[in-house]
T-cell receptor, first 113, second 114 residues
Framework: EAGVAQSPRYKIIEKRQSVAFWCNPI?????LYWYQQILGQGPKLLIQ????????DSQLPKDRFSAERLKGVDSTLKIQPAKLEDSAVYLC???????????FGEGSRLTVL | AQSVTQPDIHITVSEGASLELRCNYS??????LFWYVQSPGQGLQLLLK??????LVQGIKGFEAEFKRSQSSFNLRKPSVHWSDAAEYFC????????????FGRGTSLIVHP
Protein backbone atom coordinates (compact mmCIF):
# COMPACT_ATOMS: atom_id res chain seq x y z
CA GLU A 1 0.00 0.00 0.00
CA ALA A 2 1.44 3.35 -1.00
CA GLY A 3 1.98 5.86 1.77
CA VAL A 4 1.29 9.57 1.92
CA ALA A 5 3.17 11.32 -0.86
CA GLN A 6 4.41 14.89 -0.59
CA SER A 7 6.30 17.20 -2.92
CA PRO A 8 8.58 18.95 -3.19
CA ARG A 9 10.80 17.51 -0.45
CA TYR A 10 12.85 20.70 -0.23
CA LYS A 11 12.19 24.30 -1.23
CA ILE A 12 14.24 27.44 -0.74
CA ILE A 13 12.65 30.81 -1.44
CA GLU A 14 13.16 34.42 -0.52
CA LYS A 15 10.80 36.26 1.77
CA ARG A 16 7.71 37.68 0.09
CA GLN A 17 7.80 34.97 -2.57
CA SER A 18 5.11 32.32 -2.81
CA VAL A 19 5.33 28.53 -2.50
CA ALA A 20 2.98 25.59 -2.85
CA PHE A 21 3.15 22.10 -1.40
CA TRP A 22 1.27 19.10 -2.68
CA CYS A 23 -0.01 16.06 -0.82
CA ASN A 24 -1.51 12.81 -2.06
CA PRO A 25 -3.02 10.83 0.82
CA ILE A 26 -3.37 7.09 1.16
CA UNK A 27 -6.09 5.82 -1.15
CA UNK A 28 -9.49 5.76 0.53
CA UNK A 29 -8.51 8.05 3.40
CA UNK A 30 -11.22 10.64 3.92
CA UNK A 31 -9.42 12.84 6.41
CA LEU A 32 -6.35 14.90 5.55
CA TYR A 33 -4.21 17.08 7.80
CA TRP A 34 -1.50 19.69 7.26
CA TYR A 35 0.92 20.23 10.13
CA GLN A 36 3.74 22.75 10.49
CA GLN A 37 6.86 21.59 12.33
CA ILE A 38 9.34 24.30 13.24
CA LEU A 39 12.82 23.15 14.20
CA GLY A 40 12.92 22.05 17.83
CA GLN A 41 9.15 21.95 18.19
CA GLY A 42 6.41 19.40 17.80
CA PRO A 43 4.08 19.46 14.82
CA LYS A 44 1.30 22.02 14.98
CA LEU A 45 -1.95 21.48 13.13
CA LEU A 46 -2.70 24.01 10.42
CA ILE A 47 -5.82 22.56 8.82
CA GLN A 48 -7.93 19.40 8.77
CA UNK A 49 -10.13 18.28 5.88
CA UNK A 50 -12.87 15.67 5.84
CA UNK A 51 -13.28 14.76 2.17
CA UNK A 52 -13.26 18.22 0.52
CA UNK A 53 -14.64 20.14 3.48
CA UNK A 54 -12.67 21.97 6.16
CA UNK A 55 -13.14 20.60 9.70
CA UNK A 56 -10.68 22.82 11.55
CA ASP A 57 -8.53 25.68 10.28
CA SER A 58 -8.39 27.70 13.50
CA GLN A 59 -4.58 27.75 13.55
CA LEU A 60 -4.07 28.54 9.88
CA PRO A 61 -2.69 32.08 9.33
CA LYS A 62 -5.29 32.93 6.75
CA ASP A 63 -3.71 36.22 5.70
CA ARG A 64 -0.91 34.28 4.00
CA PHE A 65 -1.72 30.57 4.10
CA SER A 66 -4.37 28.80 2.07
CA ALA A 67 -5.20 25.16 1.49
CA GLU A 68 -7.61 23.28 -0.67
CA ARG A 69 -8.73 19.74 -1.34
CA LEU A 70 -10.97 20.21 -4.32
CA LYS A 71 -11.92 16.63 -5.20
CA GLY A 72 -11.52 15.16 -1.75
CA VAL A 73 -8.24 13.47 -2.62
CA ASP A 74 -5.09 15.53 -3.26
CA SER A 75 -4.43 18.70 -1.34
CA THR A 76 -2.35 21.81 -1.87
CA LEU A 77 -1.01 24.15 0.80
CA LYS A 78 0.06 27.59 -0.37
CA ILE A 79 1.98 30.37 1.35
CA GLN A 80 1.87 33.85 -0.15
CA PRO A 81 3.82 35.93 0.72
CA ALA A 82 6.29 33.90 2.74
CA LYS A 83 7.97 35.23 5.88
CA LEU A 84 11.20 34.17 7.53
CA GLU A 85 9.25 32.53 10.36
CA ASP A 86 7.53 30.21 7.88
CA SER A 87 10.76 28.20 7.61
CA ALA A 88 9.65 24.76 8.76
CA VAL A 89 8.79 21.25 7.65
CA TYR A 90 5.23 20.96 6.37
CA LEU A 91 3.79 17.55 7.12
CA CYS A 92 0.77 16.03 5.48
CA UNK A 93 -1.10 13.19 7.15
CA UNK A 94 -4.19 11.20 6.32
CA UNK A 95 -6.55 8.87 8.15
CA UNK A 96 -9.47 6.67 7.20
CA UNK A 97 -11.88 8.86 9.10
CA UNK A 98 -12.04 11.47 11.84
CA UNK A 99 -10.93 9.05 14.56
CA UNK A 100 -8.56 6.85 12.61
CA UNK A 101 -4.81 6.53 12.98
CA UNK A 102 -2.82 9.27 11.25
CA UNK A 103 -0.29 8.27 8.63
CA PHE A 104 2.33 10.91 7.87
CA GLY A 105 4.25 11.75 4.75
CA GLU A 106 7.97 12.53 4.83
CA GLY A 107 7.33 16.25 4.79
CA SER A 108 8.32 19.26 2.72
CA ARG A 109 11.14 21.34 4.16
CA LEU A 110 10.82 25.06 3.47
CA THR A 111 13.63 27.53 3.96
CA VAL A 112 12.78 31.22 3.64
CA LEU A 113 15.79 33.52 3.18
CA ALA B 1 -7.37 23.25 25.93
CA GLN B 2 -5.31 20.10 25.78
CA SER B 3 -1.53 20.26 26.03
CA VAL B 4 1.46 17.95 26.33
CA THR B 5 4.73 18.41 28.18
CA GLN B 6 7.83 16.43 27.40
CA PRO B 7 10.30 17.65 30.01
CA ASP B 8 13.41 16.09 28.51
CA ILE B 9 14.76 17.64 25.31
CA HIS B 10 17.55 15.06 24.97
CA ILE B 11 18.06 11.64 26.50
CA THR B 12 21.28 9.68 26.11
CA VAL B 13 21.43 5.95 26.82
CA SER B 14 23.85 3.14 26.09
CA GLU B 15 22.82 0.38 23.74
CA GLY B 16 21.21 -2.40 25.71
CA ALA B 17 20.17 -0.14 28.57
CA SER B 18 16.56 0.50 29.52
CA LEU B 19 14.72 3.62 28.45
CA GLU B 20 11.94 5.78 29.84
CA LEU B 21 10.70 8.93 28.10
CA ARG B 22 8.42 11.16 30.11
CA CYS B 23 5.16 12.69 29.00
CA ASN B 24 2.62 14.70 30.98
CA TYR B 25 -0.65 15.89 29.55
CA SER B 26 -3.32 18.36 30.42
CA UNK B 27 -6.89 17.55 29.49
CA UNK B 28 -10.13 17.68 31.42
CA UNK B 29 -11.64 14.36 30.41
CA UNK B 30 -10.21 10.98 29.51
CA UNK B 31 -7.74 11.65 26.72
CA UNK B 32 -6.57 9.73 23.73
CA LEU B 33 -2.79 9.38 24.09
CA PHE B 34 -0.16 8.57 21.50
CA TRP B 35 3.56 8.12 21.05
CA TYR B 36 5.10 8.77 17.64
CA VAL B 37 8.68 8.29 16.45
CA GLN B 38 10.39 10.38 13.80
CA SER B 39 13.63 9.09 12.32
CA PRO B 40 15.84 11.51 10.37
CA GLY B 41 14.34 12.38 7.01
CA GLN B 42 11.23 10.33 7.64
CA GLY B 43 7.66 11.00 8.58
CA LEU B 44 6.18 10.33 11.98
CA GLN B 45 5.26 6.74 12.73
CA LEU B 46 2.79 5.69 15.39
CA LEU B 47 4.41 3.54 18.11
CA LEU B 48 1.36 2.99 20.29
CA LYS B 49 -1.87 4.56 21.48
CA UNK B 50 -4.19 4.52 24.46
CA UNK B 51 -7.91 5.05 24.13
CA UNK B 52 -9.35 3.08 27.05
CA UNK B 53 -9.04 -0.20 28.94
CA UNK B 54 -5.75 -1.67 30.09
CA UNK B 55 -3.49 1.17 31.17
CA LEU B 56 -0.33 -0.65 30.02
CA VAL B 57 -0.17 -0.45 26.25
CA GLN B 58 2.11 -2.48 24.03
CA GLY B 59 3.38 -1.01 20.80
CA ILE B 60 5.64 -1.77 17.91
CA LYS B 61 9.42 -2.22 18.09
CA GLY B 62 9.25 -3.47 21.68
CA PHE B 63 7.93 -0.21 23.18
CA GLU B 64 5.28 0.06 25.87
CA ALA B 65 3.64 2.94 27.71
CA GLU B 66 1.62 3.22 30.89
CA PHE B 67 -1.29 5.59 31.39
CA LYS B 68 -1.42 6.96 34.95
CA ARG B 69 -4.46 9.15 35.43
CA SER B 70 -3.43 10.26 38.94
CA GLN B 71 -0.15 11.62 37.58
CA SER B 72 -1.49 12.77 34.19
CA SER B 73 1.36 10.85 32.64
CA PHE B 74 1.91 8.51 29.71
CA ASN B 75 5.59 7.52 29.86
CA LEU B 76 7.19 5.46 27.13
CA ARG B 77 9.48 2.57 28.06
CA LYS B 78 11.69 0.00 26.42
CA PRO B 79 13.68 -2.61 28.37
CA SER B 80 16.68 -2.75 26.03
CA VAL B 81 17.51 -0.01 23.54
CA HIS B 82 19.00 -0.71 20.12
CA TRP B 83 21.15 1.73 18.15
CA SER B 84 18.37 1.95 15.55
CA ASP B 85 16.07 3.46 18.19
CA ALA B 86 17.94 6.77 17.95
CA ALA B 87 15.27 9.22 16.80
CA GLU B 88 12.91 11.97 17.91
CA TYR B 89 9.97 10.82 20.02
CA PHE B 90 6.73 12.75 20.29
CA CYS B 91 3.94 12.32 22.78
CA UNK B 92 0.51 13.52 21.66
CA UNK B 93 -2.91 13.94 23.23
CA UNK B 94 -6.27 14.00 21.52
CA UNK B 95 -9.75 14.76 22.79
CA UNK B 96 -12.04 11.86 23.55
CA UNK B 97 -15.24 13.25 22.08
CA UNK B 98 -16.05 13.04 18.38
CA UNK B 99 -13.29 14.19 16.07
CA UNK B 100 -9.86 14.17 17.64
CA UNK B 101 -6.77 15.95 16.47
CA UNK B 102 -3.47 15.00 18.11
CA UNK B 103 -1.75 17.86 19.88
CA PHE B 104 1.97 17.15 20.00
CA GLY B 105 4.62 17.81 22.60
CA ARG B 106 7.92 19.35 21.63
CA GLY B 107 9.63 15.98 21.39
CA THR B 108 12.53 14.18 23.05
CA SER B 109 15.64 13.39 21.09
CA LEU B 110 17.05 9.94 21.91
CA ILE B 111 20.78 9.43 21.49
CA VAL B 112 22.11 5.89 21.73
CA HIS B 113 25.76 5.24 22.56
CA PRO B 114 27.36 1.99 21.40
Amino acid sequence: EAGVAQSPRYKIIEKRQSVAFWCNPISGHATLYWYQQILGQGPKLLIQFQNNGVVDDSQLPKDRFSAERLKGVDSTLKIQPAKLEDSAVYLCASSLDLVGELFFGEGSRLTVL
Amino acid sequence: AQSVTQPDIHITVSEGASLELRCNYSYGATPYLFWYVQSPGQGLQLLLKYFSGDTLVQGIKGFEAEFKRSQSSFNLRKPSVHWSDAAEYFCAVGSSGGSYIPTFGRGTSLIVHP
